[in-house]
């Protein structure tokens, strides 16, 4: 059964950082690339971060570019996402996201429960 | 970055209806196109991947088509675990972007 479990969430002040994790289970962690997708309270989805199985390409929305950075460790079958310079629009609850795949076409088909930032003083 | 534009952004239906909603994007993506729905308090899950095709598990009541820059998400039969909130989604382009989303709600 795949599971996804992210944690690390919480209340940090605007100019913080924060790093999120998400623990995989139940597939070969790094045959698969990995998606961090925001929700803003009461909003729509936000795509955030798609890395590559390997950990070599990495992808970001233009809101988060420069300030976060996703990365893995295919040992530990764990994602990472490293949040800098938060601002109070980074606020949102963040999901991790197992990447499918057919030839080109690509979606997410497992999702994690989520954890809440808050940035906020 | 190519846009998602969801209609309608809600829309009321009773049990039975037949419940369309649709996705524009602003440029062609192809038929890489997916729909995912969401209920309070819960993470997405995906119903319909590149454009047509019905995630395993899914009842058989969901449908999607379309292709380039117009794609359709059909209920056949509304059920009462149906009302919920659905999303759109482009994986053509790396830099990925959902629609707005569709509150579908009990009439």
């Known amino acids: 059964e795949v599971q996804l479990l992210e944690s690390g969430g919480g209340l940090v002040q605007p100019g913080g950082s924060l790093r999120l994790s998400c623990a995989a289970s139940g597939f070969t962690f790094s045959s698969y690339a990995m998606d961090w997708v925001r929700q803003a309270p009461g909003k729509g989805l936000e795509w955030v971060s798609t890395?590559?199985?390997?950990?070599?390409?990495?992808y970001y929305a233009d809101s988060v570019k420069g300030r976060f950075t996703v990365s893995r460790d295919n040992s530990k079958n764990t994602l990472y996402l490293q949040m800098d310079s938060l601002r109070g629009e980074d606020t949102a609850m963040y999901y991790c996201?197992?990447?499918?795949?057919?030839?080109?076409?690509?979606?997410?088909?497992?999702w994690g429960q989520g954890t809440l930032v808050t940035v906020s003083s | 970055d190519i846009q998602m534009t969801q209609s309608p952004s809600s829309l009321s239906a009773s049990v039975g209806d037949r419940v369309t909603i649709t996705c524009r994007a602003s440029q062609s993506v192809s038929r890489y196109l997916n729909w995912y729905q969401q209920k309070p308090g819960k993470a997405p899950a995906i119903l319909i991947y590149?454009?047509?095709s019905l995630q395993s598990g899914v009842p058989s009541r969901f449908s999607g088509s379309g292709s380039g820059t117009e794609f359709t998400l059909t209920i056949s039969s509304l059920q009462p675990e149906d009302f919920a909130i659905y999303y759109c989604q482009q994986t053509y382009s790396t830099f990925r972007t959902f629609g707005q989303g569709t509150k579908v709600e009990i009439k």
């Open positions: 590149a454009a047509s």
């Open positions: 890395i590559s199985g390997n950990g070599v390409s990495a």
């Open positions: 996201a197992k990447v499918a795949h057919i030839a080109s076409a690509f979606w997410d088909d497992y």
